[in-house]
């Protein structure tokens, strides 16, 4: 007899007999529609709510969803985003410029405002290019858990989330009743990788709740001696490095948040230094939001929400004189009404109103850089969805319109269908999505002005629990972009943005997940191919028109966890990427040449000892050494950045929780 | 080709023990009804309780129900593919299955003292006595038509009436 079976059949007549239930009524408001839950069944019950609205489980909500908890970060022993990203569908890591390193999905390049990051709702993306740093970036030990949304969110969250969104929840801002502290340091075989640490405190009673986190970090992009990009050598002074000693991933993070019955406010801090060994990157972003939920009455609730964002992003400069080259201001102040009304306990609908301006002003002496004045974007959307819980199907239908003073308008619709059926479940999902232009998008526009770029986005996921313990998902996308916003890096050296008319992917994505009671794997593999009819042509390697540059076509993750004892853990990572493809010198006419990368296997292991709320983990990374390298997501005059080579990690917590008030 | 059904087959096999749905707290909720409700004196020795159509609560009911009794009679549980017209039982358990035929039921069955039940929610709006309904929280409730139940000639007591979640 299956063991849940068993379990709730004893648990239910322990707790009564049919003549006692019988005799007290009051016993059955406690009665689940369904059977004990197990590990596996906690963590798809969770309600996630995809944007605004009404929560579903994971497994009804209508997004293609991986929910990444803190046991799983904790255990897993991640370093920083990067570590988790790479254990998801889908994603994986590419380079701008300068070392920077942001986000790749589905086989295409993400890093400009296709993939929206938040960190407890605030927009992690900067003003000027929507990009994201990721290298030793984000306090992963200060993360409650990672919600993400593989796949398009603009209908919802607007123009930064054309093809995702990461969501990252953190403790002090959720769970977090107490103190908790937190370090980490990483060390390769002649350099220490990195040192990072933090601090929150949160105190949570009925009607108030505040939270206070710090974190700061010390880090390398890379500890290989003997660096010389053989790409910028051939234009700029590129001296060999040894860049354990020269490079720098510096993040910082202040977040502060206050609730009091419904009104919230959160201000953050989100620093981020790094640089190569001819130029420094800078980003220092601020932002503060205030909200006040409106129970109208049971049904309705109004949420005006105001956003103020000041950010000096993306500046930077040279590292021999610390000359910028680049300095700028840009702000957003943004303005929110969102009505939720609940007609009954199945129909759900939600509707509101968004209004912002965007500013860029030169902060160098010479003001010249927006032409000596201001460069400003009004935007104003309307976005509504409704949902309606049926007996074969939850209905959602949702759309959002958004008008911009430079770039245009929008209109993004989106359907789904989805539903769990016992232990079968659906989801049809079609989206279009968009990105919309940023400030530097317009300002450096090479055909006078940049349209915003759309996307058709298609997805059908199944699953099927197989037993309580055991869950099979697997979906199918199509991904079709027009309009893609393409940074250009000219032969001239000139440089900026234009529209080109399409490119995109399809593939499918599989996860199987097991959790047993003293150990528990998840399995996933993704497989994009990048759209034939692709006419970005910075994008392309010419051995290929299945890949895009710098993107593995296939990737299997295979994340095992076994309790040793009840206080001792050890997880087991392995990370296989398929053969990729960058550009990384000159052939003798000057031209990029495009070389064949070799697949590679990332084992990742990490032991952790918890007691009474301490806990200590040691570990290594890339166990064998492989040092996969980080290559730019288009022809951009960039080498690839070189892989750190084996880490070993030793990771520190505390956390004393408060009594409950 | 045959390893990947084979992998396939040995993955179905497990769901055979698979089951989300709580059929056990479904029956516990059918006999906490019948308890708490009365019917119009008969002579019937046992209190029947009929299941129309496939559902697992019928072997659930007759687990929970071996050796008790409800209002002093021995309780008889039967699964059935057709409404009875005679030998009628206390109760109707209408699967979700049957659903389509709850209209025929209810004229076949019109004025006699037999309580319907239904698995699907919303179906007491369709004159279903008592259909069950999941809440948000994954709790089980019931919501009760008490018109149909007069006409059917039932009573029930006010302590279940105030666990409805609705009621007509």
């Known amino acids: ?661 | 080709m045959k390893k990947s059904l084979g992998w396939l087959l040995i993955l179905f096999c497990f769901s055979v023990h698979a089951q989300t749905t709580n059929y056990q707290v479904y029956s516990v909720f059918v006999v906490s009804i019948a308890k708490y409700s009365s019917w119009p004196e008969s002579d019937a020795k046992d209190f029947k309780i009929a299941v129309l159509g496939k559902s697992k609560v019928y072997e659930e009911l007759i687990k929970t129900t071996t050796s008790k009794d409800i209002n002093g009679k021995k309780v008889v549980i039967t699964q059935t593919e057709d409404a009875p017209i005679s030998d009628l039982p206390h109760i109707i358990y209408v699967s979700e299955g049957k659903s389509s035929q709850l209209a025929d039921l209810l004229k076949k069955l019109e004025g006699k003292p037999v309580m319907i039940i239904a698995e699907r929610e919303g179906l007491f709006k369709k004159g279903a006595n008592f259909s069950f309904v999941v809440l948000d929280n994954n709790m089980l409730r019931f919501d009760i038509n008490r018109k149909e139940l007069e006409n059917h000639q039932i009573k029930i007591s006010k302590n279940l009436i105030s666990l409805a979640n609705e009621t007509i």
């Open chain 1, 1 to 661: 007899m299956n063991v849940w079976r068993c379990l709730s059949v004893c648990l239910l007549l322990s707790f009564f007999s049919i003549r006692s239930v019988a005799q007290n009524l009051d016993s059955l408001l406690n009665l689940s529609a369904f059977t004990a839950e197990s590990d596996l069944q906690k963590q798809l019950n969770q309600l996630a709510k995809v944007g605004v609205g009404k929560a579903l489980t994971t497994r009804e909500t209508p997004g293609i969803l991986s929910v990444i908890s803190s046991d799983e970060i904790r255990k897993m022993g991640a370093r920083d985003i990067t570590d988790i990203l790479r254990t998801i569908p889908g994603f994986d890591i590419g380079q701008d410029v300068q070392f920077v390193a942001g986000v790749s999905f589905r086989g295409n390049w993400a890093n400009e405002g296709k993939v929206l990051f938040l960190i407890d709702g605030q927009q992690v993306n900067d003003l000027l290019y929507q990009t994201v740093p990721l290298i030793n970036n984000f306090a992963v030990d200060a993360i409650d858990k990672i919600e993400i949304i593989r796949g398009p969110g603009s209908a919802v969250y607007g123009g930064s989330a054309e093809y995702a969104v990461v969501n990252i929840i953190t403790k002090q801002a959720s769970s977090l009743n107490g103190v908790s502290a937190y370090g980490i340091g990483g060390f390769h075989s002649s350099s220490v990788g990195r040192t990072n640490g933090g601090v929150m405190v949160a105190q949570k009673s009925k009607n108030v709740q505040w939270d206070l986190g710090f974190f700061q970090g010390k880090g390398k992009v890379s500890d290989q001696n003997n660096y010389v990009d053989q790409l910028q050598a051939a234009n700029v002074n590129y001296p060999t490095s040894d860049l354990a000693k020269v490079t720098s991933a510096d993040p910082m993070n202040v977040n502060v948040g206050l609730k009091v019955n419904g009104l919230s406010v959160r201000g953050m801090y989100n620093g981020y230094k790094t640089n190569d060994p001819v130029n420094f990157t800078k980003y220092d972003n601020y932002s503060a939001d205030i909200k006040y939920e409106f129970k109208i009455n049971n049904k309705l609730t109004l949420t005006p929400q105001y956003v103020y964002m000041n950010q000096i992003p993306w500046s930077w400069g040279t590292v021999s004189d610390g000359a910028y080259a680049l300095q700028a201001r840009a702000t957003r102040s943004l303005a929110n009404l969102t009505a939720n009304y609940s007609l009954n306990r199945k129909i759900n609908i939600v509707g509101g109103a968004v209004y912002f301006a965007d500013k860029g002003v030169d902060l160098l002496s010479d003001n010249a850089y927006f032409g000596g004045q201001d460069f400003n974007l009004y935007n104003y959307a309307i976005f509504a969805q409704g949902l309606i819980k049926g007996r074969l199907a939850n209905v959602t239908v949702g759309a959002r319109y958004e008008k911009n003073n430079r770039a245009g308008d929008a209109f993004v619709p989106r359907l789904a269908l989805t539903k769990k059926i016992e232990n079968f479940h659906f989801k049809v999902l079609y989206s279009q999505a968009f990105r919309s232009p940023a400030i530097e998008n317009q300002h450096l526009a090479l055909t006078g002005k940049v349209v915003p770029e759309k996307s058709n986005v298609a997805e059908l996921e199944l699953g099927y629990q197989f037993t309580p313990e055991m869950l099979l998902a697997v979906n199918a996308f199509y991904l079709n972009t027009t309009n893609v916003i393409t940074y250009q890096y000219l032969p001239d050296g000139t440089e900026g943005y234009q529209n080109f008319s399409r490119s995109g992917s399809s593939g499918v994505e599989l996860v199987y997940s097991l959790r047993k009671r003293n150990w528990n794997m998840n399995l996933n593999y993704s497989y994009a191919h990048a759209n034939t009819n692709s006419t970005v042509d910075t994008y392309k390697v010419p051995q290929t028109n299945a890949q895009f540059v710098g993107m593995p076509a296939s990737k299997l993750v295979g994340v095992f966890n076994f309790s040793i004892t009840q206080n001792i853990s050890w997880n087991l990572t392995g990370i296989y990427s398929g053969k990729r493809y960058a550009y990384t010198n000159y052939d003798v006419d000057g031209n990029p040449i495009s070389t064949s990368l070799d697949p590679y296997v990332l084992a990742n292991s990490f032991v952790n000892f918890e007691t009474k709320g301490f806990v200590f983990g040691v570990g290594a990374y890339d166990i064998f050494n492989q040092k996969p390298v980080i290559p730019q997501a288009y022809n951009g005059n960039y080498a690839p950045i070189p892989g750190r080579s084996r880490e070993y990690v030793v990771k520190i917590s505390y956390q004393l929780n408060f009594k409950s008030r």
